[in-house]
């Protein structure tokens, strides 16, 4: 193999490498459905690896989740006693540096949801890093619609133009939260919160080393037996959020660019695009030398047979 098309060989490697995008290990914690979303994400969501862990009696030790996963995502159906413990636990993962989403029905175990049917237990020391608290009641079991003018040019709102939980049982499975003060909302439903305050569908908080995400919608929509269904039960950008959420989580939310007023190249056609022009730029630069050095040998052989 020539010297030549081992260095090609070597660049177009090295090309294709560099477009690789990071592979998260999400772990997918609940007291329910947390197997079955998991299997819905790694069929509908590229680019991460999701594990089901159920939480309802007991939660991994916090050093088999840091050796395990970069990030947790964090939700219910309906509440349980293991919260609190769940909640440390997550807390520390957080403190420890790794991105945590929060999904409905999160809300309805905090310890500010008193104002509803059940009754909650609390989510420990997750409480006092998380992006909202609840409107006192929690989930709104009413038509959520994401509000277009609230979106806001961010990694967590890439591609996203609409969001919808439409149906469930006794209504749908979105909204009801409040942002705190010093959280980032970049995006909101249409339909207040109960308190008349603007109802968060998309936030985000960080403190200190710990970033905490929380989406306003049930994750597990996809995997319900009754009321799962992608346009009638639940719609819009409802995967992208979530695949965003985590590709923002994976960076541990680093934002390198805060907005987006043109359309922009992705980093892997960005990275290929340069990886093509050098790839020309180093073949007509060899085509050259290569030229320059047949022309010097020809010159050479004339003289030499002048020389005779």
Known sequence: MSFAFRALAA??????????????????????????????????IAGHVFTGIDVSATVPPLDVLLANYDVILLFEDRVFVNAPAVGNIVAQFANAGHAVVLGTFYDQDRSDAVGGTTLPHGWGDLESIDPNTTDGVGTAYAVRTLAPASIVPHPLTRGVTSLAALRGNPGPYAGGNDAKLGTVVVAAWAQPNLRGHIDPAIAFRQTGPACVIHIGIA??????????????????????????????????????????????????????????????SWKAYFGRSVKRTNEANATATIEYDEAE
């Not at 695949?243 to 805060?258: I, L, P, Q, Y």
């Open 11 to 44: 660049l177009v490697v090295a090309c294709a490498l560099s477009t690789t995008a990071h592979a998260a290990r999400v772990a997918i914690l609940s007291n329910a459905w947390s197997a079955e979303t998991a299997a819905d994400y790694n069929a509908k």
């Open 219 to 280: 994750p597990q929509y996809g995997v319900l037996k009754t009321f799962g269904t992608y346009g009638t039960d639940f719609a819009g950008d409802f995967y992208k959020v979530w695949g965003n959420a985590f590709d923002f989580g994976a960076t541990n939310c680093k934002v390198s660019v805060t907005a987006e007023p043109v359309p922009t190249l992705s980093a892997p056609v960005y990275v290929a695009i340069i990886c093509l022009i050098a790839i020309f």
